[in-house]
C-alpha cells in the first residue's frame, strides 16, 4: 500500500450546493478555514454556477477573494459563463462536469454528454489561454449507476473519462453519484480505467448513502488510486439525484487512513468540529462515523 | 468471492444491552419476528445474565419460550448460572464471552481471561452433557483494541482463540468492541487465526464506531471469512467499553452482500422497519446507512 494519499475537500461545493437553505458567506468562509487549519491542502470552495439554478452557492464572487491562501483553491465551471466569471477572478484551478448517464446529464447540466464535451472543449482552450499553468479536473458522475438509467456499463464510463483526457483534462473525478457502489464494481472499472489513463490521473468520488464508501475506497487504494474526494460532517448529495446521500466524510476518510497507518496531516478532531456551525446553521445532526466517535471520545456533545 | 455468507444478527442481546431503558418483552418478541420475516436464519436473542448486572435482559425466561420456530435462536451465558438458567429453557445454543485483553475481562466480567476459560470448560462440559448436540460459540472481544489497553498484539488474541478452541468451542466470534479496527489488521490478525483454526469456525463481530465496518468485512472475505455479527439498525455497543459505537448495521452487511452479488435471502425493506419500533421507545432516529436509504427510497420518513 502506499503511504500518500491525497484528499480532495469537497464540503464547501459539493457539500452545500444540495441545501435547502442558504449558508451565509461569512460562515462558508469560517468553514473552509476551519478545513484548511485541520491541515487540508486542496478544497474545492464553490461553484461558478447559475445563481438562480443553485442559489445556494450564489455568493460565488464574494466569497472566493476572501480564502486565505495556504490550500489549493478549485472552483467547479459549469458552462462558458461560469469560467468567465471564474477567470475574472483568478481561479486557477477549475472543474468540469459530465456523466456517464446519458439521462443524468440531460437532467443535471441540461446538454448531451457530447454537447458537454463540446461545451469543455472551448471552456479548456479558454481557460489555458488565460491561466496556462492552470489545473483543470473533469468529473464523470453516476459512473457506476444512474438514478434513472440504473447500471451504467464500464465500458461507457470509460468512454465519457477518455472524451475528457482527449481534451486534455489534468485530472478526472469518478464519481458514484448516488452511493451505491461496492468493491467487485470498483475493482472492475477502475482495471478498465487504467487501461487508458494513469492512476495518477485517477480520484474516486464516493458516495455514502449505503455504507460501502470506505470499503470502495479501500478496493481503490489497492488497485493504486492515491486520491479520494470527501466532504467534511458528510455534507451534501447531489440536487437532482433522487435518493442520493452524502459524499464520503472526510473525518472517515482520515480515521480510515490514519489507522491504515497513511498520515493524512490532518487533524481529526479539527475536522471533526469545522462543520458543526454550518450543520446547526442546516437544522441537521452530526451523522459521519469518524465525526461522531471524534466528537464524543471529546466529551462534546454531538447533537 | 464465496457465493454464501452467513449473518448472525445479534441485535436482541447485543443491541439491547447497552441502552440505558428497557425494552417491553412483547416488543422485544415483535422485533425478533419482525427479523425473521425478513429472513434472517440466526438470531442471537438475549443473554442469561445476570438481571441485577443488565436490566435489560432480565425478561431471557420470559422472552426465550415465546420464539417462533424457524431460525435458530442462541443466548448468551456468561456464567454457570446463566447457563443452569438456559438449560432449563431447552436452549441448544449457548455463547460464552472472554476476551484478549486482560483488563477488559476483568471489567466486564469480574474474571481474568484464565479465570474464564476455567469457567467455560466446567460450562461446556455440563452443557455438552445436558444437550449433546447443542452448539457452543465463544466470543473473543477487544480482538484489536482494548479501550483500558489500548492495541492488543495479535498473539495475545490468537492465544485466547486457542484456549476457547481447546474447551471445543463450535466457533469464535472475534469482536473489534469498539470498532475502530481497518483492514490491514484484519488481514494480519486474520492470517494468524487461520494457523490455528479452519476458517469455517471463525465469524467477524465488527462496531462501525469509526465507518471502517463495511471495509473490514470486505478485506475478511477476500481472507475466505464467511461469516458476520451484525445488528439490525445499528443497535448496540457495549455497556462496559467507554467510546464504543454500535454494532455493523446488519442494513448495511445486506447492502454490501446483496451489491457484491451473494445472495442473503433477507429482505432489505423488511430488515430496515423491524428496529424502528425499538428505536422509537429508545428515543433514537435511524443512523445505519443501509437502513436510512431503505427508508429514504421507500418514501418513509427515517424520524
Given at each position: 500500500m502506499t503511504d500518500h494519499i491525497r484528499i480532495v475537500e469537497v464540503g464547501p461545493r459539493d457539500g452545500l450546493q444540495n441545501e435547502k437553505l442558504q449558508v451565509p458567506t461569512d460562515l462558508k468562509i469560517r468553514f473552509i478555514e476551519a478545513l484548511a487549519a485541520a491541515g487540508?491542502?486542496?478544497?474545492?470552495?464553490?461553484s461558478f454556477v447559475s445563481p438562480k439554478r443553485?442559489?445556494?452557492?450564489?455568493d460565488a464572487e464574494a466569497l472566493w477573494p476572501m480564502l486565505s491562501h495556504g490550500p489549493a483553491f478549485s472552483a467547479l465551471t459549469p458552462n462558458l459563463k461560469g469560467l468567465e466569471r471564474a477567470i475574472s477572478l483568478d481561479v486557477d484551478r477549475i472543474a468540469v462536469f459530465t456523466a456517464a448517464s446519458e439521462t443524468f446529464t440531460q437532467k443535471n447540466i441540461n446538454m448531451s454528454i457530447d454537447q458537454s464535451i463540446e461545451t469543455f472543449a472551448e471552456m479548456i482552450s479558454i481557460f489555458r489561454a488565460s491561466r496556462p499553468t492552470g489545473f483543470v479536473r473533469g468529473y464523470v458522475s453516476?459512473?457506476?449507476?444512474?438514478?434513472?438509467?440504473?447500471r451504467i456499463d464500464p465500458g461507457q464510463t470509460v468512454r465519457v473519462i477518455e472524451k475528457l483526457l482527449n481534451l486534455g483534462v489534468d485530472e478526472v473525478s469518478i464519481g458514484d453519484t448516488i452511493g451505491v457502489a461496492a468493491p467487485p464494481e470498483v475493482k472492475s472499472l477502475t482495471r478498465l480505467v487504467l487501461n487508458v489513463m494513469s492512476r495518477g490521473k485517477i480520484t474516486y468520488h464516493f458516495h455514502d448513502t449505503n455504507g460501502t464508501a470506505i470499503a470502495n475506497v479501500a478496493e481503490a487504494m489497492e488497485m493504486g488510486i492515491e486520491s479520494f474526494d470527501s466532504s467534511a460532517g458528510g455534507l451534501g448529495g447531489c440536487?437532482?439525484?433522487?435518493?442520493a446521500g452524502g459524499n464520503l466524510a472526510t473525518e472517515d476518510l482520515v480515521y480510515f487512513l490514519e489507522r491504515c497507518g497513511?498520515?493524512?496531516?490532518?487533524?481529526l478532531y479539527r475536522l471533526a468540529t469545522s462543520s458543526l456551525e454550518i450543520l446547526k446553521v442546516l437544522g441537521r445532526s452530526p451523522c459521519a462515523k469518524g465525526q461522531l466517535a471524534r466528537l464524543s471520545l471529546s466529551g462534546t456533545s454531538p447533537t
Open positions: 487540508l491542502r486542496e478544497i474545492e470552495a464553490t443553485v442559489p445556494q452557492l450564489a453516476t459512473a457506476f449507476e444512474c438514478p434513472y438509467e440504473g440536487p437532482f439525484a433522487p435518493g497513511i498520515p493524512t496531516h490532518v487533524d
